[in-house]
């Protein structure tokens, strides 16, 4: 599972795009990858086209299910769901799919972003990682 808020997406994109690299080219097996990207402007999604084919939703492959969450005073759009990422919902349907597999998780944002994720980790016996992106 990969989550980001805001640039944070930039270090995070760098591991989906290993990620890819790495199932394709190495055969290393992954069943499946969560990507949530919490965002303040729609817009930033243009910044994922570096990594994308032709749309966001295709920036690794079928076994990337992503999540655009955009806060502020911007509406939903196709592709974003208006406010913050239900985090809990989202570690509890990974859990629920995963049938016991291994899981990791790396969260690359603001410190309550990265020590809620920790904290649902801990529930969920997931793998924590992290790397703190602020000012």
């Known amino acids: 599972m990969l989550i980001a808020s805001g640039i944070g997406v930039a270090p995070i994109g760098g591991c989906a795009k290993s990620l890819q690299y790495q199932h394709d080219t190495l055969r290393r097996p992954l069943d499946r990858v969560q ?3 919490a965002l303040r402007n729609p817009e930033f999604l243009e910044s994922l086209k570096p990594f994308a084919v032709d749309a966001p939703e295709k920036l ?4 990337v299910k992503c999540s655009f969450n955009v806060s502020g005073k911007h509406e939903a759009t196709e ?6 990422p239900d985090l809990d919902a989202i570690f509890a ?3 629920e799919e995963g049938n016991d597999a291994h899981v990791a998780v ?3 944002g603001p410190t309550p972003l990265i020590s809620n994720c920790q904290r649902l980790c801990s529930k969920y ?5 992290s790397e703190v992106f602020e000012f």
């Open 35 to 37: 990507f949530v990207w």
């Open 60 to 63: 690794l492959s079928s076994m």
């Open 79 to 84: 592709q974003v769901s208006k406010g913050r």
């Open 93 to 95: 349907e990974m859990k």
């Open 106 to 108: 790396l969260v690359c």
């Open 125 to 129: 016996n997931f793998d924590f990682y």
